[in-house]
């Protein structure tokens, strides 16, 4: 089990150039340009789940989440630098539709690696001072079979596709694995094909640090300083704050207790 | 693209691995490397699925091969390992800690998946003829032992055929009297081989 802290926040499209050179000059390190493609299926609902398993234990129905980078040849500009995050401001992709749509549909032959991750929802607690979400994953380097898909296999292990999302962002490896990434999301509507963009007029931020073992208190300390230290130093400029722990709960049927 | 095929000899005592290894030591250019397998079941426990639907899904573990994980179910395979690529986590898709897929499955999963058995296979010897790596165990499950099992990879420079090398040691097996086994060569899916799905598939053919 992977742990995972976080602070989020959030700046507005004019913003980002600053944030950019802003983060370059504190961290000394350079902008990457990053973009993922998320493909989130749920158990499938018509499916008699029961809430525990043979030993008694209660365990909930959860999310499972498919990811995979998408590579920049795949994207259509004219330079690759973090710039052109700031010129993506419209729902549409500038990424192929098919592309997108083939990635958990084809089969083995042209097939890259995904990564397979069930969340937690973020640990409760008044005083958090870091979001701290544990998550469990794997590594799908291969699909095969005369169904040969990760679809596929998916619906085989009872789940269905729920929704899928892109990210496109500017991202900074910081000291100690720290990570800070400014991102837009694009909800991808497969039976519309369409896409859209959720955060318009904007980037999301996240910065985190990923802890291997949950049981490793002195990483998860070490991690929380790194993540408070840095919301220090941006202190009156961006405000990173700990999210709403039900925005990030994976879990299903849950919606109606909040 | 190399060509597997895997026997089991459910009527095999622990010894008949050494009775196989006398007949086949004139055959054998090299002993290479101590292997296991584990091969898993899991059954599902929703209540109301499809009748048409198998509720039976295997995992198989093998450490000769990366300690790479098949998961199979009906016609579907995944293959998932513990190698992170650079891009994965370069990208943030992955934290560069996996666990195997079986392990999620029984943890993560367990509500939808009951693990039902587990048969294993557990140091077994290896062994390199001129024309077929052999790999041998004698395999166990929770109730004792099961039988032995080979698994034969074919060598792509040979020129022999496939099913020839096969029938070699289908008669070196017949040398010890294990007349007696089961034997698959079949892939998942005939026109597009998959190396290590089809290997899994063999192994769950013949230990089912």
């Not at chain 1, 990635?103 to 701290?132: E, F, H, Q, Y």
């Not at chain 2, 998932?80 to 996996?98: A, I, M």
Request: glycine share 4%; proline share 3%.
């Amino acid at each position: 089990m992977v742990q995972r802290l976080s602070l989020f926040s959030a700046i507005d499209d004019d913003s980002f150039e600053l944030l950019i050179s802003t983060i370059s000059t504190l961290s000394g390190r350079p902008p990457v340009i990053f973009a993922n493609f998320s493909h989130v299926a749920i158990p499938d609902p018509t499916y008699d789940i029961e809430k525990v398993n043979v030993k008694n234990q209660l365990v909930e129905q959860t999310r499972i989440r498919i990811m995979q980078d998408i590579p920049f040849e795949k994207i259509k500009a004219n330079e690759y630098s973090y710039r052109i995050c700031s010129t993506l401001t419209k729902d549409d992709l500038p990424i192929e539709r098919d592309y997108l749509k083939l990635l958990i549909t084809n089969s083995s032959m042209d097939s890259r690696p995904s990564s397979l991750s069930i969340w937690d929802i973020p640990s409760a607690g008044k005083d958090r001072k870091v979001c701290m979400q544990s998550m469990t994953e794997s590594v799908i380097s291969d699909t095969g079979g005369s169904e040969s898909s990760i679809n596929a296999f998916l619906k085989e292990l009872g789940y269905v596709p729920d929704y899928q999302f892109v990210q496109i962002g500017t991202k900074f490896y910081m000291e100690s694995g720290l990570v800070f990434q400014v991102y837009k999301i694009w909800n991808v509507n497969d039976s519309e094909e369409s896409t859209n963009l959720i955060t318009k007029g904007g980037f999301l931020i996240e910065a985190y640090v990923n802890v291997a073992k949950i049981t490793d208190i002195e990483a998860v300390n070490q991690g929380t300083k790194q993540l408070l230290n840095l919301k220090r130093e941006l202190r009156e400029y961006i405000d990173l704050v700990v999210p709403d722990r039900k925005c990030m709960d994976p879990r299903i049927g849950h919606l109606n207790d909040f | 693209m190399k060509q597997t095929a895997v026997i089991f000899i459910e009527k095999a005592t622990p010894s008949t691995i050494t009775q196989f290894h006398d007949v086949l030591s004139t055959h054998v250019i090299s002993v290479q490397e101590k292997w296991s397998f584990e091969l898993k079941t899991f059954r599902s426990s929703v209540k109301n699925i499809p009748s048409d639907d198998t509720r039976v899904m295997y995992s198989l573990t093998l450490t000769h091969r990366d300690n790479q994980t098949v998961t199979i179910k009906k016609h579907s395979a995944i293959v998932t390992g513990h190698h992170v690529t650079e891009q994965l986590t370069s990208n943030g898709c992955s934290t560069g800690f996996p666990e195997s897929f079986d392990n999620i499955i029984t943890s993560k999963l367990s509500n939808i998946w009951t693990q039902r058995q587990s048969i294993k296979g557990d140091f077994g010897s290896s062994y390199k003829t001129s024309d077929l790596v052999v790999r041998a165990a004698n395999v166990f499950s929770s109730s004792g032992f099961k039988g032995l099992l080979l698994e034969l990879e074919g060598d792509e420079s040979s020129e022999m055929d496939f099913d020839t090398k096969v029938e070699t040691i289908q008669s070196l097996l017949d040398e010890i009297s294990s007349r007696e086994f089961k034997l698959s060569k079949d892939r998942m899916k005939d026109t597009e081989p998959n190396f290590l799905c089809d290997l899994a598939y063999q192994y769950v053919k013949v230990l089912d």
